[in-house]
């Protein structure tokens, strides 16, 4: 997996490539988390190159959720995959995030 984070404006934006697997999530983990002490207030994970997640991956974007929730930041998903999509849709955490279709709306306060 390949991860780099670039800024857009007041959001910080996570480039994911590969599996997000039980390998991988810890240090993607480790990205976010930097991001989250930061106190970022807007963190977008741009899943367009993401060709798969398990659940180490998901725990480690709910465990991020909770910690941005504790001061009003916001994780928001672009580019998810069909794949992808339908792993969120049977956790039931489709409901808890925020999920977008376009870059320029997700970076957006």
Avoid: C, W
């Avoid at 993401?50 to 480690?60: E, Q, R």
């Avoid at 974007?61 to 994780?75: A, P």
């Amino acid at each position: 997996m390949k991860v780099d984070v670039e800024i857009r404006g007041n959001a910080a934006v996570i480039n994911v490539a590969g599996e997000i697997n039980l390998y991988t999530s810890p240090y993607l983990r480790e990205t976010i988390i930097t991001l989250v002490r930061k106190k970022s207030s807007i963190i977008v994970v741009n899943m367009r190159d993401a060709v798969d997640i398990d659940s180490s991956g998901v725990a480690t974007f709910v465990e991020v959720l909770r910690e941005m929730s504790s001061y009003g930041g916001r994780l928001r998903f672009v580019y998810v995959s069909a794949k992808v999509n339908k792993v969120f849709n049977f956790s039931k955490l489709d409901r808890f995030f925020e999920i977008y279709t376009d870059m320029e709306q997700a970076v957006v306060l």
